[in-house]
């Protein structure tokens, strides 16, 4: 059996020795060639799983070590049979952590946090964590997530796009990117909102680059309407935008749920799918300690992830991109501060 790995999924080559062949390469070096003869996949967003990477291989499980699946055609793997497994939810804490530091870095203490009005679209994994430990800081939460509300009618006092755009000091979005449907995200935030926001409010992106239309954001920035902005996921990257870049406060490269916990998480999930997948009697073990659960609650104390060194990186280098992304070095979540 031959299993390709993105030589960047850490905690993983050990136990998966025991099956087979295992090749680790870089994501962009993982091609029909190299699928030829491989039987299993395991990858991260920047290999795209299509049928110009799959035609004629054996390939029959592709396990993404990543909570979205943009990156794979799933009815194209749904019709050729090949399982697909991602994990959803394994990066959340350390998402809501960007979230947070961006928060309090950019009040600068300067403001009482029970004054602060956030905006949370999108209340999944990332979203429902940020909300309570939002809230456990004295925070104001405003909840947005039409298909959540559809669902889960009394989960949260849902409010609008337009409650949000009016009162929010704080806005950030964590939706996966749907072009089509009945709630598509694609550029969510367009010229449309921001024309709607009264505060000069914060606006941050750690979900997915496309939410946010980067032409909107530059000109809410350049008219005031927009206070501020934080990107860590971009429309079209590596390639970003020179202008959104110089413009806004918190430029991260797509590293927001980087932290060790979130990669142990991924690496866990994607080898319990790989072992039921294989009707494995002993499931396969990642090769990582044990972690502490994610704590109900957070304190300013606990939030110490200094999100000015990353963007100071990018700006640095923005052409490194792909490699600081790459070589990143994962930080701790809250829990263990």
């Known amino acids: 059996m031959k ?6 999924i850490p905690f993983i080559a050990r136990p998966l020795a025991a099956l087979g062949e295992v090749v680790m390469l870089p994501g962009g070096d993982i091609t029909p060639e190299v699928m030829a003869d491989t039987d299993i996949l395991i990858t991260r967003t920047r290999t795209r799983c299509d049928a110009a990477l799959l035609d004629g291989s054996p390939c029959r499980f592709i396990g993404t070590a990543t909570i979205g ?8 793997c749904a019709g050729r049979g090949i399982t697909v497994a991602n994990a959803p939810g394994c990066n959340a804490p350390a998402v809501a952590q960007w979230v947070l530091a961006a928060i309090l870095t950019y009040n600068k203490g300067v403001r009482p946090l029970a004054d602060i009005t956030l905006g949370v679209i999108g209340a999944g994994n990332v979203g429902s964590i940020l909300i309570r430990w939002a809230e456990s800081l004295g925070m104001r939460v405003l909840v947005n997530d039409p298909p959540l509300m559809e669902r889960e009618p009394e989960a949260y006092a849902y409010s609008s796009l337009g409650e949000i755009a ?3 000091d704080v806005i ?3 939706t996966p990117l749907l072009r089509t449907g009945l709630h598509p995200t694609y550029h969510l935030i367009d010229d449309t909102f921001v024309a709607t926001l009264r505060r000069t409010p914060l606006l941050l992106n750690a979900a997915r680059g496309p939410v946010t239309d ?8 350049r008219s005031g309407a927009v206070g501020a902005v934080g990107i860590d996921c971009w429309e079209g990257e590596p390639d970003i935008s020179p202008e ?4 806004a406060t918190f430029a991260t490269p797509h590293i927001a749920g980087y932290s060790r916990q979130g990669k142990i998480r991924a690496t866990r999930m994607v080898l319990d799918a790989l072992s039921a997948h294989l009707g494995l009697h002993e499931p396969l073990q990642a ?3 044990a972690i502490l659960p994610v704590p109900a609650s957070v304190t300013p104390a606990m939030l110490t992830y200094d999100i000015l060194a990353d963007t100071r990186s990018l700006r640095t280098s923005p052409a490194s991109f792909e490699s600081l992304r790459n070589d990143y070095h994962l930080r701790e979540e809250p829990a263990y501060t």
């Open 3 to 8: 299993i390709v790995v993105d030589r960047n």
């Open 69 to 76: 699946t943009d990156h794979i055609d799933l009815p194209y």
């Open 166 to 168: 009016r009162e929010s």
């Open 172 to 174: 950030t979005v964590h």
């Open 214 to 221: 980067t032409r909107a954001l530059i000109s809410g920035l």
């Open 244 to 247: 959104l870049l110089g413009l």
């Open 287 to 289: 090769d990582a300690p």
